[in-house]
């Protein structure tokens, strides 16, 4: 068995973990649907894809220990909340200012490329302080520190976790056009839900400023 290979038993429970995680409702999944439903299904696709990517880049950041330092700095924390706030709060905006239509891109407004889809999931992922906190404190747990191969180990479970998640994100993304599709016709429904996509995000930017790093 190659040395960065976790036991079948860490393997297995890190599997059930991240599925739970991954149908935990969060800013990155309310991302999906919005953007599915304003955009269609390739801009949900480029969305989770830019999500996943930040999955990756924060498993490699705590694989080799710069979360760790970034979480425990209180000013780089500060930051971190303020910039992951900030940016729910354009979210909140966006999801509104075109007359809260679901259909945006039929109402008259510009549809986003494929390429600035895939840079907002990856923003509202790198930015989420409570994604740091997930991955600096749950992660490790699955790998001893004293282990000499813990760091490709690590890695490994960060290409798991993105493989757990991946069936998770697509079927919402299908769940998002379908009720698009479902909804077309009904204009008010379509304002109340960007209406809730924009409380949504409003609601996770207090979470986020609300996240406390390590003492």
């Not at 599997?15 to 969060?26: D, I, Q």
């Not at 259909?103 to 930015?127: D, E, F, H, W």
Request: hydrophobic share 60%.
């Amino acid at each position: 068995m190659p040395a960065f290979l976790p036991d079948l038993s860490v393997i297995l429970a890190f599997a059930l973990a991240a599925f739970v995680l991954a149908v935990t409702p969060g800013p990155d999944m309310a991302l999906f649907v919005s953007r599915t439903m304003n955009f269609g299904r390739l801009h949900g696709y480029a969305t989770v894809l830019g999500a996943l990517t930040g999955i990756a880049v924060h498993t490699a950041l705590v694989a080799f220990g710069i979360s760790m330092l970034i979480v425990a700095a209180p000013t780089a924390f500060w930051v971190l909340k303020i910039v992951g706030a900030l940016y729910l709060v354009w979210l909140a905006i966006q999801a509104v200012r075109s007359g809260g239509g679901i259909l945006v891109s039929q109402a008259g407004g510009k549809p986003p490329r494929l390429a600035q889809s895939y840079m907002t999931g990856l923003g509202i992922n790198l930015t989420n302080p409570k994604v740091a906190l997930f991955f600096v404190t749950f992660l490790p747990q699955f790998v001893s520190a004293q282990d000499p191969h813990a760091v490709g180990k690590l890695l490994f479970l960060g290409v798991e976790f993105v493989l757990v998640s991946l069936p998770v994100v697509i079927a919402i993304v299908l769940f998002a056009q379908w009720l698009t599709t479902t909804l077309r016709d009904n204009a008010w429904v379509s304002k109340a839900l960007n209406w809730s996509f924009a409380a949504v995000f409003m609601a996770f930017a207090a979470t986020i400023l609300l996240a406390e790093g390590r003492k």
